[in-house]
Each structure stands twice: as structure tokens, then as C-alpha cells.
């Protein structure tokens, strides 16, 4: 378990992670604290706890946003996905409906050459 320490409005909190995590329990918390200078800018000095809780919201906030964006983006995956199957159904339906077509075509291709060559009129001109 490794230990980082990070620094929020100005004071340093010593905080574990996983080995590897270091790197970004460091950018997190530095997230966090652009968002307590943020308010400060906004709002002044209004207390530590005031302001830990106001950007606990934000990032809150932020998250739902990314939650509902993730959703939506899941359920047009989902609805492509579905247009594609019947995208591919259709064409598999098209495909042997051509096939029947083409062997059709072939046998009365086939029937037309066999009377020609039996009534004597094919391969002699």
C-alpha cells in the first residue's frame, strides 16, 4: 500500500493508495482542489467545511452528468446495434431472394440453349 500526500485549500492530508495510484490520487486531489479555488474565487473565503462540501457537489455533480451521457450513449449502442441485425437480416433475405433469382435466370437460360441445340438451330451459323 502506498502512501501519497496531497494538498487541499492549503493544507496537506496524507492519504493511501494502491502501489501504481500514486500519479493519480495526486491529479484527484488536484482536481478537487482547483475546484475549492474556484469557489473561492467565486464566493471569498466562507469556510474550510463549506467549501470542501460545495466542490464535494460539483465533482458530484460533474459525475451524475458523466453517468447520464454514459447511459444515454449505451442506449444509442444498444439502438445501433439493433438497426445493424435487421440491417443484416434484410440483406440476408435480399441476398437469397437474388440467388433464387440468378438460379431462375440460369435454368431458363439452360432450358432456352438445350431446345435451340434440339431443334437444330444452336452452334451452326
Known amino acids: ?18 502501489d501504481g495510484q500514486e500519479d493519480h490520487l ?16 467565486a464566493f ?4 474550510d467545511t463549506r467549501l470542501t462540501v460545495m466542490a ?3 465533482v458530484a455533480d460533474e459525475l451524475a452528468d458523466v453517468k447520464r451521457r454514459l447511459r444515454q450513449a449505451e442506449a444509442e449502442i444498444a439502438a445501433t446495434r439493433e438497426a445493424r441485425a435487421l440491417l443484416i ?15 431462375h435466370a440460369v435454368g431458363t437460360i439452360e432450358r ?3 431446345d435451340l ?4 438451330r444452336g452452334g451452326d451459323r
Not at 30 to 38: I, L, P, S, T
Not at 44 to 47: A, D, R, T, W, Y
Not at 89 to 101: S, Y
Open 117 to 120: 441445340m434440339s431443334s437444330g
Open 26 to 41: 495526486l491529479k484527484l486531489a488536484d482536481d478537487v482542489n482547483g475546484k475549492v479555488d474556484q469557489l473561492k474565487g
Open 112 to 114: 432456352m440453349t438445350a
Open 1 to 18: 500500500m502506498a502512501h501519497v500526500s496531497v494538498t487541499i485549500n492549503g493544507r496537506q492530508f496524507r492519504m493511501a493508495c494502491d
Open 89 to 103: 437480416e434484410r440483406a440476408e433475405v435480399r441476398e437469397a431472394q437474388m440467388a433464387e433469382a440468378i438460379e
Open 44 to 47: 471569498g473565503e466562507i469556510g
Open 56 to 58: 464535494a457537489i460539483m
